[in-house]
């Protein structure tokens, strides 16, 4: 079979929206000059589009024309690794996604701890950060609360009554194992994220075991965040104010 079919038969396998890069489709490694060849050709034919040096994809097309991939689309080919999940979308994008901002942002921030995700698509920017654990597939839905209990002072356009409501729910609704998880990446966080983490557990009618999340803290120290005792009872024991 041609390099060309080969890859048009993959093609044609994929979800319209779907992104992916050159190992995605399933070639030799001596096959990669003749496909850069093809894809130019399926380029020109509309079949598939590139989004970056390297990565690709098909569109999608509505009644209003050419709908680009979803932003976590956009973004999975740097999200991940050999089929491992590295990195995870954070920052402004995230809090958006979440429901804590109206606000869209014009740069998208990729936390990962092995790699600097670092591209552009159209105007919009990727920029990276450090995640302060591993990421997996496993945990970054956990590092993504974290990082929105680190950022909660800085959230745009933030609603902190209708936040904490939300946050808690998420924190609440993690098993056991997930809880404990949550709290000991918090101990690799900036010491807001584990206060304001220890008062939501705390909240909770389950007893945990939140000592760890306390040795942190510096009990000299006050926690600026602007939530009110009565949004969130828990946050004086926390020197949250």
């Known amino acids: 079979m041609k390099v060309v079919e080969k890859i048009e038969r993959k093609i044609n396998r994929m979800q319209e929206g779907t992104t992916f890069r050159y190992r995605q489709l399933g070639l030799d490694q001596s096959e990669y000059s003749a496909a850069a060849k093809a894809i130019e050709r399926l380029i020109k034919k ?21 709908l680009r991939p979803r932003e976590a689309e956009l973004l999975k080919p740097y999200l991940f690794q050999d089929g491992k999940r590295i990195a995870y979308i954070t920052g402004g994008s995230l809090y958006n996604r979440l429901g804590l901002t109206t606000q869209v942002p014009k740069t998208i921030k990729v936390a990962s701890k092995v790699k600097r995700v670092t591209t552009k ?4 920017e990727v920029k990276p950060v450090k995640s302060y654990v591993d990421v997996t597939n496993e945990n970054f839905f956990l590092l993504e609360i974290l ?3 680190k950022d909660f002072k800085t959230i ?10 939300l946050l808690k729910d998420k924190i609440n609704k993690l098993s056991e194992n997930d809880q404990a998880k949550i709290i000991r990446y918090a101990l690799k966080y900036p010491p807001r994220a584990a206060a ?3 008062a939501i557990l ?12 306390r040795k942190k803290l510096n009990p000299l120290t006050n926690y600026k965040l602007g939530i ?3 949004t969130l009872p828990t946050a004086p024991e926390w020197n949250i104010n």
Not at 156 to 165: F, H
Request: hydrophobic share 30%; no cysteine; glycine share 10%.
């Open 196 to 198: 304001l983490l220890g």
């Open 147 to 149: 990082d929105a209990l």
């Open 46 to 66: 509309g079949m598939i589009k590139r989004l970056s040096t390297g990565v690709f994809y098909k569109p999608k097309e509505s009644a209003f024309g050419e």
């Open 121 to 124: 698509f159209g105007k919009t």
């Open 156 to 165: 745009p356009d933030l609603d902190k009554k209708s936040a904490i409501t």
């Open 228 to 230: 009110k005792e009565e």
């Open 202 to 213: 705390e909240l909770s009618k389950e007893s945990k075991d939140l000592d760890g999340l």
